[in-house]
């Protein structure tokens, strides 16, 4: 699966970054989606110190995987990721807040003239499918939607403002 074509164009595009001061513990994803539904994008923020995602202008609580788990973790209704902190291999599956994670490979991303390597992470919630693109050195760093309940399935891509993502 080659990534790069689609993503690297929409990094640069996501490459301004918020206050150092959010950095750690504010992880901004701003929504990149289709025209026709730009005016529903909304973007991400977690918030791992009140323990608050907020999508949109609509915010709830979530859980994340404590000190003693084998994962990273974040879960909500509207969010759920999981990734082991031991690296994970090609084919790996695991299960975290009752939804299965699959480590569908590796990639490396060629983004703003730097190349990061990240795991490529799948889940399925319902009609919706994920992938997560995460990096061992600086966290989530992209999440790509895919929503078949419609007649046309589409896409929302949410990229990190920041220059490390969860859980750094």
Known sequence: MKWNFFLAPTLALASATTAA???????????YAPSDL?????GIR????KEEIWIGHSGQ???????????YCIHSLALNFAVPKASPKDGKVWSSGGMEFHLEGTETLNVLGESVKVL??????????HRYFYSEDRGLLGIV?????????YKTVFLLEQKSGFPF
């Open 46 to 49: 977690v918030d791992t110190q």
């Open 21 to 31: 001061a959010c950095e750690g513990r504010f992880y901004d994803y701003s929504a």
């Open 145 to 153: 939607t895919i929503d078949k309940s419609k007649d046309n399935a």
């Open 61 to 71: 609580k979530i859980r994340l995987c404590g000190e003693d788990s084998p994962f």
């Open 38 to 42: 730009r005016e529903f994008s909304y």
């Open 120 to 129: 490529v992470v799948s889940a399925k919630d319902g009609v919706r499918e």
